[in-house]
């Protein structure tokens, strides 16, 4: 009776101790177990930091230095182009011919040839220089620009009416209209004109992918334009500006939420932590 007691006092004395040693054990299991996974969360987001990332494209002017909108603004500045898009060669042909006329007008004269060959030199010159497309308005300059647009996209010759085309024109009257809002950032009725023209040309091209894929992939290409791009869901907003710094220095920051306020302090926190998995 008297060991039965002893035993079961030593284990009543022991048991506390015991159960102590246990839980402090199990606590640094648990914690080292929580540092683990830590670490592997830390190493797993270093490693999506370091993995290329898909460049993203401006919805509304596409890639930087677009084949396409190269060769119409070197084919615009010509000078070989007249306004009203008459053609160079006519016109030489129409001023030799009233060159010629105003010579036979004078051939019994023969000392009055020269005086008038300088006259209708000096004509040729004031012509030309009125028809210079350099001259013109802007809205003349647009007009040949969607011109070489159509030329270039259309299926056959005289082809306006596409879905390529329409594109392709949009295309060019969005940068016209961008670039003027570069210099006049409180338009806003143009504003939100170049966003119905945005959003219009996107439900052209979206048309084009559901009727003729291998066109429609073709088409995005030439325009500098990706699917993303075209396909997801585009508002002119304060964000978009911020995003593609549109008014360059003028631009005003992005304004966030609370929300986004911490989310965006998390991503920061979670950088600076993966740094010493970046080596």
């Known amino acids: 009776m008297f060991g039965v007691g002893l035993r079961s006092s030593l ?4 048991g506390p101790c015991a159960a102590r040693g246990f839980h402090a054990t199990a606590d640094v299991h648990v914690k ?4 683990k996974s830590v670490e592997r969360v830390q190493k797993h987001f270093a490693r999506m930091m370091q993995k290329p990332k898909p460049v993203e494209v401006d919805p509304v002017l596409g890639r930087e230095r677009i084949p396409f909108m ?4 070197a084919r615009v500045v010509e000078p070989t182009n007249q306004v009203m898009q008459m053609d160079a060669v006519n016109t030489a042909k129409l001023l030799y011919g009233a060159e010629q006329a105003a010579l036979a007008r004078i051939k019994d004269n023969p000392h009055m040839i020269q005086a008038t060959l300088e006259a209708e030199a000096l004509k040729r010159e004031a012509l030309n220089r009125i028809l210079n497309l350099q001259n013109a308005s802007q809205k003349e300059v647009k007009k040949l620009a969607l011109k070489y647009a159509a030329e270039e996209f259309g299926r056959f010759e005289g082809d306006t009416g596409s879905s390529e085309v329409q594109a392709a024109v949009a295309t060019i009257k969005i940068h016209y209209l961008a670039n003027h809002l570069k210099e006049n950032k409180k338009n806003y009725p143009s504003l939100r004109k170049l966003e119905m023209m945005v959003q219009g040309r996107q439900r052209i091209l979206k048309y084009l992918k559901r009727s003729k894929p291998e066109r429609y992939f073709w088409c995005i290409e030439k325009l500098g334009l990706t699917d993303e791009a075209v396909t997801k869901e585009f508002h002119l907003s304060r964000a978009y500006f911020a995003k593609v710094k549109f008014f360059g ?6 304004r966030l939420n609370k929300k986004e306020r911490a989310a965006q302090h998390k991503m920061e926190r979670m950088k600076k932590k993966a740094k010493r998995f970046m080596k």
């Open 11 to 14: 284990g009543r004395l022991a």
């Open 32 to 35: 080292a177990k929580y540092l």
């Open 70 to 73: 190269e060769r119409v603004k």
């Open 249 to 254: 220095d003028r631009t005003l920051p992005e």
